[in-house]
């Protein structure tokens, strides 16, 4: 298979379309006809100049209202599609999508499609070209990908075959495995995007939220499977039409489209061992096993005020690394490492970011094998000089910026912290009962959140929760998780769109996305809270309104409720179990730290409780608008 992007999903002037596919590593574009129109060059011209950038011409697209029609409006239907064939054989393309009519006066009936495309076929076949019908969603008499292979196997012309649209199929829930049933050398061209599943107008559902394969909720991976399992071995190819895209940067969302198509053609060749798909073997997605530990980046003040909070949150300060000025505080499983380097990669991140976590280590079965996936789907392998007594430890480039580290216990990088860590004899304090960490919550601008969600979901064996809405008093944050499916990583996405939520003022602190809190489990959340109430710990304080809702909301007994007051601990209860949540004050750009106790199989995050959490932080830091320094 050939891989293939529609130039109208990726942003910019038409050359920015262009770099940033090629780049990606894309064989082939869908010329969109508003981006030629609005082109200088002549046909011929600009033909050249996608050639010039190793980039076929796949398909033309779109062409509109040709079937179905009678007397003068037919004839014009010809005329129109001979017209478009000559500007194709300047630019060099030899494949067109003619979508289905919606035209007012379109008659409907296959046969009289059909005779429509015989006749189209005869006209292409002498200009070498190959039509593709494609059944819209919406189109007035033809929206099923199934008649639509009617009409062109009655057409019954080699130059006359079907596009399946992926989005089209999906959209009117027709069941994708009626596609196994096509024959192969009668599909012309396939087309893939996903969707958020949305109660809306098919045509306003389609040109505004459609997304990359795996960034929505279609089951674009069960199509792609129906459409390898008939021998397809031609173009494959991403038609994305998104508001919040328009507004992107081109090359970061056609990294995303290869990304999305890699995983996507890697998915189905290990369901569908008979798919032809000219691509390098991956490694499989990467079972995450943990977080092995959390870097910051930070000096001076803030590094203090950072250590205070860990000693008073019962971490203590077990080892210093052998040649940097690297410390390791540690509790239970849980491993924080405080970077004051001045030089290397967290001096830079302090630089731009200030205090700020600038690298996750997570404990993989093989570190190889991930970056070997990671990379293969287009992220960034990260690497600094290596220290004399140093492991190499493999990494790749986060999103946002940040670096993600891979830990195995088959190559011995696991022991980094005898080896480079010299420990502190007699430093070791009474914890507070943390044992791991529960999840890493990362502040994003919203038009991020669907690509950060990809790299999850296409390199970890990690799956996505529904986006729900949090409300800042503020403005709204939209939330959505990504997690191992037994919990042992787990990581919020928050999507801020305004800067005056307490998320989008970090956004604007920090200088792009990055951790905003990381949350502690505990298993018994009121030792801990006594254990940290002694450590001098002060914990973010709840309205007397916030419990007194809280004991009607759950009907909970009112001791009960009285010792979740007295320690500050928040509650939430889903049909899984019980979740307790103790926040601490946030620090001066917004970041926090959160504590939890997870009872029986709690599965959310306590979103109920985000905005009197979020009101309550929000009291304490400076007022609106007053700029930090
Ligand atoms: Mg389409
Ligand atoms: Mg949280």
């Not at 009655?154 to 992926?166: E, F, T, Y």
């Not at 990669?345 to 070997?372: E, M, N, P, Q």
């Not at 088959?410 to 304090?429: D, K, Q, Y």
């Not at 489990?521 to 254990?531: S, W």
């Amino acid at each position: 298979m050939k891989t293939s992007i529609a130039t109208v999903s990726i942003p910019g002037s038409f050359a920015e379309k262009l770099r940033a596919i090629a780049k990606a590593g894309f064989q082939g574009i869908e010329i969109f006809e508003q981006d030629f129109i609005a082109e200088e060059g002549s046909p011929r011209e600009i033909g050249r100049m996608i050639r010039d950038h190793g980039l076929e011409i796949a398909l033309f697209q779109p062409f509109r209202d040709f079937e179905g029609l009678t007397g003068e409006l037919r004839r014009r239907a010809f005329d129109r599609a001979r017209a478009k064939f000559d500007t194709m054989a300047e630019l060099g393309c030899d494949r067109i999508l003619v979508c289905s009519s919606v035209h007012p006066e379109a008659l409907g009936g296959i046969d009289r499609a059909a005779a429509d495309f015989r006749e189209l076929g005869e006209i292409a076949r002498d200009y070498g070209i190959t039509v593709g019908y494609e059944a819209l969603a919406w189109g007035r008499h033809v929206n099923d990908h199934r008649d639509a292979w009617e009409i062109v196997r009655r057409a019954d012309h080699p130059n006359v075959g079907l596009i399946l649209d992926s989005f089209h199929t999906l959209a009117r829930r027709i069941d994708p495995d009626s596609i196994r049933r096509i024959p192969a050398d009668r599909i012309v061209f396939v087309q893939l995007a996903d969707a958020p599943l949305i109660e809306m107008d098919l045509l306003h559902w389609s040109r505004h939220f459609r997304c990359m394969p795996g960034e929505g909720e279609l089951a674009v991976t069960a199509f792609m499977r129906a459409v390898a399992a008939t021998g397809h071995d031609g173009w494959v190819s991403l038609e994305i039409f998104n508001d919040q895209f328009r507004g992107g940067r081109p090359e970061g969302l056609a990294r995303d489209g290869l990304r999305a198509i890699v995983a996507l053609l890697d998915d189905v060749r290990r369901t569908e061992p008979d798919i032809r798909a000219d691509l390098p073997e991956i490694p499989p997605r990467v079972p995450v096993r943990g977080v092995e530990f959390v870097e910051f980046a930070t000096r001076g003040q803030e590094a203090e005020a950072l250590s205070a909070m860990l000693a008073a949150m019962g971490f203590s300060h077990l080892g210093d690394h052998v040649s940097k000025r690297v410390e390791l505080w540690q509790q239970g499983d849980i491993r924080i490492v405080l970077n004051r380097e001045e030089t290397g990669f967290a001096a830079s991140a302090w630089a731009t970011h200030g205090t700020c976590v600038c690298d996750i280590g997570l404990r993989v079965d093989s570190a190889a094998d991930t970056v070997a996936r990671a990379t293969a789907l287009k992220a960034e392998p990260f690497r600094q000089p290596v220290g004399p007594g140093e492991l190499d430890i493999p990494a790749v480039r986060g999103v946002g910026g940040s670096v993600l580290h891979f830990l195995d216990e088959e190559s011995g990088l696991a022991r980094v912290w005898e080896v480079e860590f010299r420990s502190r004899p007699g430093a070791a304090r009474g914890d507070a009962g943390l044992v791991r960490i529960d999840h890493v919550a990362e502040t994003m601008s919203r038009d991020e959140m669907l690509s950060w969600a990809l790299f999850h979901t296409a390199i970890f064996e990690m799956t996505k929760t529904p986006m729900v809405d949090v409300i800042d008093p503020d403005g709204i944050v939209r939330s959505q998780a990504v997690a191992s499916p037994d919990g042992a990583v787990r990581i919020t996405l928050n999507g801020a769109e305004t800067h005056r939520t307490l998320a989008g003022s970090f956004l604007a602190e920090s200088f792009g996305g990055a951790v905003q809190h990381i949350a502690f489990a505990t298993r018994d959340i009121f030792a801990t809270a006594r254990a940290l109430e002694a450590a001098g710990f002060a914990a973010l304080p709840m309205t007397g309104n916030y419990y007194r809702d809280l004991k009607a909301r759950f009907g909970l007994a009112a001791e009960a409720v009285e010792r979740l007051a007295r320690h500050h601990i928040l509650y939430d209860e889903d049909a899984g179990g019980a979740y307790f949540q103790l926040y601490s004050r946030p620090f001066e750009n917004g970041f926090f730290l959160e504590i939890v106790e997870r009872r029986g199989g709690y599965g959310g995050y306590g979103a109920p409780n985000a905005p009197f959490r979020i009101a309550a932080q929000k009291r304490l830091m400076r007022p609106k608008g007053m700029p930090r320094r």
